[in-house]
């Protein structure tokens, strides 16, 4: 009887402990902070938003460099290259390149071209044209763009007794597909700096 009684007191402390427990757990929080602010995360790496950011500079950098004021046809036709990635993170250069053709687009000044050269969409415009052709019995005239955009990330870790920096660059080049020459280029940077451990200050 003695046993029974035992058993029944430790299962109900039991259940209040969980009770209790459960009862103690709280949801985590989120919060929504400056992202250039000091509460913002900040680590050794850059993120994909990092990258398109400095992508909106380039691309406002290009608009008012008057590269394209000289181009043979409005709106110019432009070829985009795939954003080569030389660093050691792993970044979605997709979201890059379509930051930078949305921008560009919406300007006007340029028309870019799906059939030469860029994966899925250069695949597509090209069996389009295919098509066309079968069905009309007429070659069709490819549009050779007027300039190619190149795209690079690289980046350089440099360290000290103390401290470890990575240095983050997103070079952009225009190049006049015609002459072959470098018409505009440039290009942003960003460091960020790591204390190693056991280090004292900075």
């Known amino acids: 009887m003695k046993m ?62 008057g590269a394209l004021d000289n181009a043979p046809r409005t709106p110019a036709v432009l070829a985009i290259d795939k954003v080569t990635n030389a660093t050691t993170l792993m970044v979605d250069t997709n979201l890059l390149i379509k930051k930078i053709r949305v921008a560009l687009t919406q300007t006007g000044k340029i028309a870019i071209t799906n059939t030469m050269g860029l994966g899925e969409r250069a695949v597509v415009a090209g069996e389009a044209a295919e098509l066309e052709e079968m069905q009309s019995g007429k070659k069709q005239k490819l549009l050779v763009p007027d300039y190619t955009l190149y795209a690079r990330l690289i980046q350089q870790t440099d360290r000290s007794k103390k401290v470890t920096q990575n240095t983050y660059s997103f070079q952009m080049s225009l190049i006049q597909t015609k002459t072959g020459l470098t018409v505009w280029e440039e290009e942003r940077s960003i460091a960020k700096q790591t204390r190693n451990a056991g280090a004292i200050g900075w």
Do not use: H, M, Y
Not at 15 to 25: D, H, K, P, Q, R
């Open 4 to 65: 029974k009684i035992a058993s029944k007191f430790i299962a109900t402390l039991s259940v209040g402990a969980a009770l209790l427990l459960t009862g103690c757990e709280t949801s985590p929080e989120t919060r929504t902070v400056d992202a250039t602010g000091p509460e913002a995360v900040n680590t050794s790496a850059i993120n994909s938003q990092d990258w398109a950011n400095a992508a909106d500079q380039l691309v406002a950098s290009l608009l008012t460099s």
